[in-house]
């Protein structure tokens, strides 16, 4: 039952926004009583941690780190995962981090510090494939991989907000045209 629930609330909470989604929603789109939900969660502050962590667990992030793929390539590939996940809700979405970012993390310590933590996995996963870039010349040896990694998923968040606010892919275009065709290029290229 616990699954049922968090499985909704990440359904919920995507389509509609933490204050948008009530618990009885939640429930309901479960298939389980509400008053189970207490039984397996102290607050609706708490589902929306576990809904973030299941969340960051579509992003694939552990594909960063298949090293039988050229490591730009394989950032490439990433975002080009995500940039199809947002395609399939018609830029309806977002990305749930982003999301609560900008919704309620002014109201809820407990939510983030959850969305700090999977903005950093994230980028930390990003940092990781840029060091490997570093290291084998493929980018610029003067960048700083953690740092370039903070601005990269800071980048495709301001991406997925103008592509959802035009109902247009331009700032994904945008995005990929300025990260790997100018930013990620090695020091003679640049």
Request: aromatic share 8%; proline share 2%.
């Amino acid at each position: 039952m616990r699954e049922e629930i968090v499985d909704a609330a990440v359904e919920e909470f995507h389509a509609r926004g933490f204050n948008g989604t009530g618990v009885k929603v939640i429930t309901d789109t479960a298939g389980v009583p509400k008053g189970s939900f207490y039984n397996h969660f102290e607050s609706k502050e708490a589902l929306a941690v576990v809904a973030l962590e299941r969340y960051g667990a579509t992003m694939r992030l552990e594909d960063l780190a298949d090293r039988t793929v050229e490591p730009l390539e394989r950032l490439r590939r990433h975002f080009e995962y995500l940039r199809a996940k947002m395609d399939e809700t018609n830029l309806t979405r977002g990305c749930l981090f982003g999301n609560f970012g900008s919704e309620i993390v002014d109201h809820s310590r407990m939510i983030r510090t959850a969305v700090q933590r999977s903005l950093k996995r994230w980028s930390s996963a990003v940092a990781a494939v840029l060091a490997e870039c570093v290291k084998r010349g493929d980018v610029d040896a003067g960048i700083d991989p953690q740092e370039t990694a903070v601005f990269i998923v800071s980048a495709w968040e301001g991406a997925l907000i103008s592509a959802r606010a035009g109902r247009s892919g331009a700032a994904f275009d945008a995005f990929f045209s300025l990260v790997f065709g100018r930013l990620l290029r090695p020091a003679q290229d640049a």
